[in-house]
């Protein structure tokens, strides 16, 4: 077996420890270098002893020497975030503030180095620039830290290097994606933090002294002391206090609502699978705006969870406070009060978002041996030409639900299943000859398109639309009937997905039609003799239309 650690200084300890031999390696000249591996006999006969060095570490089967196989350490890490008490005291108050000034500075005066040498790379190109590496840019920091900040010894040295790695970060992600090597939005340059641009105060310790009280309501930070918890912290202090798990990091931060949070980073022995209340039983979850969730069992129960709307529910106020925001002064008392209260208000959407999203996850791995959800794309349906379907997909946030599912199956052992992206689940009538399901029509002959029920072609009954997509979700892909007469679907490029396989891009394409017959007649209306002159306007953004003006 191989131990990789982490870093190059827990590998002479691993090796005392262990008994093992350190893994060298060939150069291209013939010489050799160590690596971060370790070779032992029986891993398991010195498991003890590797996890007193390090619990971060992976293990490798190298039973073939020329192909490694990646095999489970019994460790993985985990996150566990509390609330706590700002200090009565004013210096201690000061203090904190202070700790994340400080990683502010360090992080502005890295970025000025990096940018210094860039400029300096630019006018000679023989300029050797300072590496974008942490330990580098922090041994720079050291011996300079007299100089830019006199003051330095009055915080705890992690909030320099936690702004001076946040800085290395942000650099390696935009050299990442500016040579394609990071999925996502592409990444721009870091600018300098600045606490009014919407720099979150935060600062990382990794080193000192970081604990859990064993009265399970304070929490103690190097230099800061100890601060007193809202919440009883009995859950991780009980795994730390039995061996099960070690604190690796804590991360202090302020929101803009004023309030402290503490982020305790932890290492956690692998706990055993328990296994579901219904381990044999498979069902189907399909998500959507009308309800959160339908959920359709193999024992035929059909179980709906009701969207909460956090974000409709709380826009007459939000638009409220944001009126009033725009009346003060800017940097006054009131419109930093303002500015508060609405920070809470958007804090309490997230937080009743996220409870409806833990109890549904949660009861589905709990439950359900085998769940199956539909493989929606997330991005297309929030970039629709709807803003109100957009608004419904974010305050929805039904790819949250899909990440909460992966990682919370582990511990029960729950196999989730993706069906196909284009599968139209809501448009197939469960077990009726594999007919097309259409909207029911109005009393002027014309489609409902919005209606929660959809009438088949054979029958011409009214079948739910939510309970109809979660039964074929529950047969898939067994339900070979509809996957044989299925025609497939021609997709588009004009216009993005916005409602997945799911909704029609008739209406869509029609609407983009008119929209451009409208652009059209306006610009030819200008260049007719005698046409009245008009400002120029600015282009419309990509994908959304611009209807003409009064005046064209």
């Not at 705890?156 to 946040?166: F, L, M, R, V």
């Not at 990444?187 to 604990?211: E, H, L, N, Q």
């Not at 629709?384 to 582990?410: C, H, P, Q, T, W």
Request: glycine share 6%; proline share 7%.
């Amino acid at each position: 077996m191989l131990i990789e650690v982490s870093s190059f200084v827990q590998v002479p300890r691993m090796v005392a420890a262990t008994g093992g031999t350190v893994v060298l390696r060939t150069r291209d000249d013939g010489t050799t270098a160590k690596t971060r591996f370790v070779s032992v006999p029986d891993f398991e006969a010195v498991r003890a002893a590797a996890e007193q060095v390090t619990t971060l570490f992976t293990l490798w089967d190298d039973t073939d020497p020329a192909n490694p196989v990646l095999v489970p350490s019994g460790w993985t890490v985990r996150g566990y975030k509390i609330e706590v008490e700002w200090p009565r005291e004013t210096e201690r108050r000061s203090l904190i503030c202070s700790h994340f000034g400080a990683r502010r500075k360090a992080f502005n005066t890295t970025l000025g180095w990096v940018k210094d040498d860039l400029d300096a790379k630019e006018a000679d190109p023989k300029h050797e620039p300072m590496p974008w590496n942490f330990q580098v840019a922090r041994n720079r920091w050291n011996a300079q830290k007299d100089t830019i900040a006199p003051w330095w010894a009055a915080n705890s040295k992690e909030a320099y290097a936690s702004g001076i790695k946040d800085a290395i970060t942000a650099l390696d992600n935009w050299s990442a994606s500016r040579r394609g090597r990071r999925a996502g939005r592409p990444v721009g340059f870091p600018r300098f933090a600045s606490k009014r641009r919407g720099d979150r105060d935060r600062v990382k310790f990794t080193t000192g002294t970081m604990r859990l009280t064993d009265d399970r309501r304070h929490v103690t930070l190097p230099v800061i002391g100890t601060l007193r918890t809202k919440e009883n912290t009995r859950y991780l202090q009980r795994r730390i206090a039995k061996g099960d798990a070690r604190v690796l990091s804590m991360t202090l931060s302020l929101t803009p609502t004023g309030r402290l949070h503490v982020s305790v980073q932890y290492s956690a022995r692998t706990a055993p699978v328990s296994a579901p209340v219904l381990p044999g039983t498979r069902a189907g979850v399909d998500r959507g705006l009308r309800v959160l969730a339908t959920v359709a069992d193999s024992e035929g129960r059909v179980t709906e969870f009701p969207n909460p709307r956090a974000l409709k529910n709380a826009l007459t106020k939000l638009r409220r406070e944001q009126r009033r925001i725009s009346r003060r002064l800017p940097d006054s008392r009131a419109g930093k009060q303002s500015k508060v209260k609405t920070a809470r208000l958007h804090e309490r959407v997230t937080n009743v978002r996220r409870t409806h999203q833990h109890r549904l996850t949660t009861w589905l791995v709990t439950t359900y041996g085998e769940i199956v959800i539909e493989d929606l794309d997330i991005v297309a349906m929030t970039q629709g030409l709807n803003r109100r379907f957009r608004r419904s997909v974010a305050d929805a946030s039904m790819g949250e639900i899909g990440r909460m599912l992966g990682y919370k199956a582990e511990a029960t052992g729950t196999a989730i299943i993706h069906a196909d992206r284009w599968f139209p689940s809501s448009q197939l009538h469960h077990g009726c000859a594999c007919e097309r399901l259409q909207p029911p029509t109005s009393r002027a002959g014309k489609p409902i398109k919005m209606s929660k029920e959809l009438a088949c072609t054979v029958t011409g009954e009214l079948i739910d639309r939510d309970h109809n997509a979660a039964l074929n979700l529950r047969d898939w892909p067994e339900y070979t009937p509809v996957t044989a007469q299925l025609e497939p679907r021609p997709r588009t490029t004009a216009l993005p997905s916005v409602g997945g396989p799911d909704e029609p891009s008739k209406a869509r394409l029609a609407s983009a039609r008119k929209t451009t017959k409208l652009v059209a007649a306006r610009e030819e209306a200008k260049t007719l003799p005698g046409s009245r002159p008009s400002r120029p306007r600015r282009e419309p953004r990509k994908g959304v239309p611009t209807l003409a003006g009064k005046h064209a």
